[in-house]
């Protein structure tokens, strides 16, 4: 019968809905690494417009907040929880990065190691910022 079939059994999405929650989940990584890419880049790019400090700081400061407090990036958590919903096993073994690094380059990074390098760089780019507006001032 129809309803026998695993497929069918009300554990998985059917076949639009996987599309939707697998682009959902695009989004959210594609989401994901513009951030990562505009905490970055914003503190090259506030070297050449000092005007933009003050929205970098507050960007970079909430991430931090974020992080500090939730313990993950809600947009990590989020991408989680739309892919389980297509495969109940997936998970990004404690990083986002360190997920993705290891999908592109099949270089395994442990999750102790990755949270260090994470914040060490997310620290960086903090006192980067300050350093940089504090120079062009």
């Known amino acids: ?3 026998s079939h695993p497929r069918n059994s009300g ?3 059917d076949g639009g809905a996987v599309k939707k929650y697998k682009i ?4 959210l990584v594609a989401s994901h690494f513009l951030w990562i890419i505009l905490l970055i880049g914003g503190t090259v790019y506030v070297f050449y417009n000092p005007w933009y400090f003050h929205w ?3 960007i970079v400061s909430a991430t931090l907040l974020l992080n500090l407090f939730l313990g993950y990036c ?3 958590f989020w991408e989680e929880k739309v892919r389980r919903k297509i495969n109940p096993d997936f998970g990004h073994n ?4 360190a997920t ?3 999908k592109v380059t099949g270089f395994r990074i442990s999750e102790r190691r ?3 390098i994470i914040a060490w760089i997310k620290f960086g780019v903090y006192v980067a910022s300050i350093t940089v507006f504090l120079i062009k001032k």
């Open 1 to 3: 019968t129809r309803g």
């Open 114 to 116: 990755m949270l260090a």
């Open 100 to 102: 993705y690094i290891e």
């Open 94 to 97: 404690g990083s986002f990065i």
């Open 56 to 58: 970098h700081l507050t």
């Open 11 to 13: 554990s998985n999405p």
């Open 24 to 27: 959902v989940a695009n989004l």
């Open 74 to 76: 809600p947009l990590t």
